[in-house]
Nanobody
Framework: QVQLVESGGGLVQDGGSLRLSCQDSVTVRIFKRTALSWHRQAPGKQRELVAEISDNGSANYAESVKGRFILTRDNAQKIIYLEMNNLKFEDTALYYC???????WGQGTQVTVSP
């Protein structure tokens, strides 16, 4: 059973940084041809796209995180990373990884930013 496993969430102060990881269990051959993304959902709000990365490594970001978050991928390790800098209270949410291969979601990792 192929799955996505997120890690790296935690509690950080306003202005701090975290790096989220999403490990996929598919083969390298499949992974490097797959687009992936990070989404987040805050309490009482809808899930929203944070950043996405294509199979060629091109990344796009939500306006709210542009200039602060960086999404990269390591095809050999089958991991995508979300580097989050200058975190704000409003970044607090459950962060999910998503793969277009099989339309799969991870279980989520909590990010909490204290004001």
């Amino acid at each position: 059973q192929v799955q996505l496993v997120e890690s790296g969430g935690g509690l950080v102060q306003d202005g701090g940084s975290l790096r989220l990881s999403c490990q996929d269990s598919v083969t390298v051959r499949i992974f490097k041809r797959t687009a992936l993304s990070w989404h987040r959902q805050a309490p009482g709000k809808q899930r929203e796209l944070v950043a996405e990365i294509s199979d060629n490594g091109s990344a796009n970001y939500a306006e709210s995180v542009k200039g602060r978050f960086i999404l990269t991928r390591d095809n050999a390790q089958k991991i995508i990373y979300l580097e989050m800098n200058n975190l704000k209270f409003e970044d607090t949410a459950l962060y999910y990884c998503y793969s277009t291969f099989g339309r799969r979601w991870g279980q989520g990792t909590q990010v909490t930013v204290s004001p």
